[in-house]
């Protein structure tokens, strides 16, 4: 069982630089991949990045490509995003998530975070 918590959410103008973290309790949190993921009001939740067990591997959505950086401290058990140049169109709910492979699709994520507003005014 992995429980996760998001933090870090906020009011950003267009341009600017916020960052995410998700702490993840438990002593097994090397054995997951971490993903966080958004969701806008009235659209699906999207793939964002992921990263592997080690953080030697890292996977974005195109959308955030060159702008956002996934990392992972495993001595702290916490997952970090890093977002930059961030556009209105960034703005939502994003969630970090716990998954047994490197994947893209929220549905094979085990465990999610409640969440945690993001929104860039223009």
């Known amino acids: 069982q992995v429980q996760l918590i998001e933090s870090g959410g906020g009011l950003v103008q267009a341009g600017g630089s916020l960052g995410l973290s998700c702490a993840a309790s438990g002593r097994t949190f090397r054995e997951y991949v971490m993903g966080w993921f958004r969701q806008a009001p009235g659209k699906e939740r999207e793939f964002v990045a992921a990263?592997?067990?080690?953080?030697?591997?890292?996977f974005y959505a195109d959308s955030v490509k060159g702008r956002f950086t996934i990392s992972r401290d495993n001595a702290k058990n916490t997952v970090y995003l890093q977002m930059n140049s961030l556009k209105p169109e960034d703005t939502a709910v994003y969630y970090c998530?716990?998954?047994?492979?490197?994947?893209?699709?929220?549905?094979?994520?085990?465990?999610w975070g409640q969440g945690t507003q993001v929104t860039v005014s223009s």
């Open positions: 998530a716990a998954a047994t492979k490197l994947i893209r699709v929220a549905s094979s994520y085990d465990y």
């Open positions: 990263v592997s067990w080690s953080g030697g591997n890292t």
